[in-house]
């Protein structure tokens, strides 16, 4: 699995064992630009591969949130002005779903869990120009967003972890089974 990926931002602290990659954030990482926060920041830890055309990502994603903007997920990305992020993070005062699109400036989205976050499973899919965000606690699949993406034909997907309030290095992340095939059906965005 490991042997076509590569990282931007590789953290100090990263493994892989099978089909579980982990890693360790490091202090103050994270992918935003701009909005409300008036910053803009792409020091976050992506673990990727190329795929040229329509596909489906999926990942189960667990962490140790303890601190505010914790994150751990999927991305997309085009560049360092057009991505898509998506995963657990600490918001609100709690674990959350949550979702940034950015074109130019970021936007956040989140959505409550249930229960106690542990391992959840997340999905991205390309259709185009258009990317749909969904996830699953041990049901079926829902969907969390479907948005619009500039997107060249080649982008880079894979997994994502950010700690922007650690003054230390200290999110540890598991990702299990990240794959990268077909994109599944429209049926559930229709």
Not at 44 to 67: I, L, N, P
Not at 170 to 181: D, K, T
Request: glycine fraction near 10%; hydrophobic fraction near 40%.
């Amino acid at each position: 699995m490991a042997d076509d990926m590569t990282w931007l931002n590789e953290p100090a602290d990263w493994s892989v064992d099978g089909d579980e990659i982990r890693a360790v954030t490091g202090p103050r990482t994270d992918f935003w630009r701009a909005t409300f926060y008036d910053w803009t920041t792409d020091n976050g830890h992506f673990y990727s591969r190329t795929a040229t055309g329509d596909f489906t990502a999926e990942v189960a994603v667990s962490a140790g949130h303890a601190t505010r903007f914790d994150q751990a997920g999927l991305m997309v990305r085009a560049d360092e002005r057009n991505w898509l992020k998506t995963g657990l993070e600490v918001t609100s005062g709690a674990v959350q779903v949550s979702t940034v699109y950015t074109r130019e400036f970021s936007d956040l989205s989140v959505a409550p869990l249930d229960g106690e976050p542990g391992a959840v499973s997340m999905r991205v899919t390309r259709f185009g120009d258009a990317l749909a965000v969904h996830c699953r606690t041990g049901g079926e699949w829902a969907l969390l967003r479907l948005g619009h993406l500039d997107l060249p034909a080649t982008v880079a997907v894979g997994v994502m972890c950010c700690s922007p309030e650690r003054d230390h290095a200290g999110l540890e992340a598991r990702f299990r089974g990240f794959r990268i095939g077909p994109p599944t059906s429209r049926d559930g965005l229709e």
